[in-house]
T-cell receptor, first 115, second 112 residues
Framework: GENVEQHPSTLSVQEGDSAVIKCTYS??????FPWYKQELGKRPQLIID?????GEKKDQRIAVTLNKTAKHFSLHITETQPEDSAVYFC??????????????FGTGTRLQVTL | NAGVTQTPKFRVLKTGQSMTLLCAQD?????MYWYRQDPGMGLRLIHY???????AKGEVPDGYNVSRLKKQNFLLGLESAAPSQTSVYFC???????????FGSGTRLTVV
């Protein structure tokens, strides 16, 4: 089955700096790569996702890049703010319309944005 | 539109006791999932369902059973709870044409 590795496990940045979280996956058939943000005591929430036919996707201060050849994808957060502090999870799955997507998650990165 | 609702939110069980966690979604989603979240281990898939009356094993199914008698509900059962099942349990759902999961708010279970 799929295996997703995520690094680093903790990341501390100063407000305004950029943060990068990296993930690798093992199954070359995986084609869907979402990122979830989980605040303390809350549910994971989807913040951005990318499909294998796209190399990069941006949404305001958040961007995700995908390298299918190397089987890795990354989350980039620019101009970090204190409200970005949370645990971030990457995930991977094989996803086609009409079939269930079983997400395999990374182990999470605790991001702390300091003033 | 409540999304995905999990009950209960907290529970303490004694070793050997049984319980059922309920997940209900009002989005007419086909696919439903149960994950457990443990520190440093991310979210791991326990069981999932691709439609009413169907269930399948995930990555860590041992000690759990599930049922999906109605499309909107997905139940997770622990027949004989063990301390190793102390965890936060999340239910999630997604539709046939959707990609991202919608998660419930979680159930924090402690087995003593």
């Amino acid at each position: 089955g799929e295996n997703v590795e995520q690094h680093p496990s903790t990341l501390s940045v100063q407000e305004g700096d950029s943060a990068v979280i990296k993930c690798t996956y093992s199954d070359s058939a995986s084609n869907y790569f979402p990122w979830y943000k989980q605040e303390l005591g809350k549910r994971p929430q989807l913040i951005i996702d990318i499909r294998s036919n796209v190399g990069e996707k941006k949404d305001q201060r958040i961007a995700v890049t995908l390298n299918k050849t190397a089987k890795h994808f990354s989350l980039h957060i620019t101009e970090t703010q204190p409200e970005d502090s949370a645990v971030y999870f990457c995930a991977a799955s094989i996803r086609y319309t009409g079939t269930a997507s079983k997400l395999t998650f990374g182990t999470g990165t605790r991001l702390q944005v300091t003033l | 539109n409540a999304g995905v609702t999990q009950t209960p939110k907290f529970r303490v069980l004694k070793t050997g006791q049984s319980m059922t966690l309920l997940c209900a979604q009002d989005m007419n989603h086909e696919y439903m999932y149960w994950y457990r979240q443990d520190p440093g281990m991310g979210l791991r898939l326990i069981h999932y369902s691709v439609g009413e009356g169907t269930t399948a094993k995930g990555e860590v199914p041992d000690g759990y059973n599930v049922s999906r008698l109605k499309k909107q509900n997905f139940l997770l059962g622990l027949e004989s709870a063990a301390p190793s099942q102390t965890s936060v349990y999340f239910c999630a759902s997604t539709g046939e044409f959707d990609y991202g999961y919608t998660f419930g708010s979680g159930t924090r279970l402690t087995v003593v």
